[in-house]
């Protein structure tokens, strides 16, 4: 079974979000649900995203920051984060998603499991764009288009809690998920 990280602990740091003010991770308060998303205006991120956008007064109600990372530019992924309610920082040189682990290769795109996913993330993100609501992602994404996913689950003293390494382009956390992960670890006797 893949590890995250050598070591199951954050060290402690300030990220920068492109939308938003310092986020420290990891959160004294709360947990962090830290996602690791491929390139700004990915149609399959997008999907991803505008699920958890319409639950995100339920996750943070549950005690959870998000926090999304993506490996485009502050300046291209300003353009499509500027409005979200969540925590978004670009990582263009991998250097998080070297550290945790997070992956890239075809098998992002290959899988026959992300096929009806990226079928239903085009067609919705052409609907969104024709409505302006969306901007297209950049026709040679910076990192590439052969990310993957990943999830992380990280506790207020830093322990890493609970983690998902995508083995697709939309194997990631469901809300529903999510929500079930945070309420298992607010069960256990020795949590912080």
């Not at 310092?22 to 830290?34: F, G, K, T």
């Not at 390139?39 to 319409?54: D, E, K, T, W, Y």
């Not at 990372?69 to 250097?95: C, G, I, M, Q, T």
Request: net charge positive; hydrophobic share 40%.
């Amino acid at each position: 079974m893949r590890t995250p990280l050598s070591r199951p602990v954050v060290s402690t740091r300030t990220l920068t979000p492109v939308n938003a003010g310092p986020v420290e991770l990891p959160d004294p308060q709360r947990l962090v649900h830290l996602q690791f998303r491929r390139f700004a205006g990915c149609p399959v991120c997008n999907l991803h995203l505008r699920s958890v956008i319409r639950r995100h007064a339920e996750i943070e109600a549950a005690g959870v920051r998000e926090v999304m990372l993506f490996h485009s530019p502050a300046d291209e992924l300003r353009e499509h984060v500027a409005d979200l309610p969540v925590a978004v920082v670009a990582d263009p040189d991998k250097r998080l998603y070297r550290e945790f682990g997070v992956e890239a290769g075809r098998r992002a795109l290959l899988d026959p499991r992300a096929w009806l996913p990226i079928v239903r993330a085009v067609l919705t993100g052409v609907w969104h764009v024709l409505r302006g609501r969306e901007r297209l992602p950049a026709s040679t994404p910076h990192g590439g288009r052969l990310g993957l996913p990943a999830d992380f689950l990280v506790a207020s003293d830093g322990r890493i809690v609970a983690f998902n390494y995508g083995r697709h382009a939309y194997d990631q956390w469901s809300v529903d998920t999510l929500l079930t992960l945070v309420a298992a670890h607010r069960r256990m006797p020795d949590r912080p």
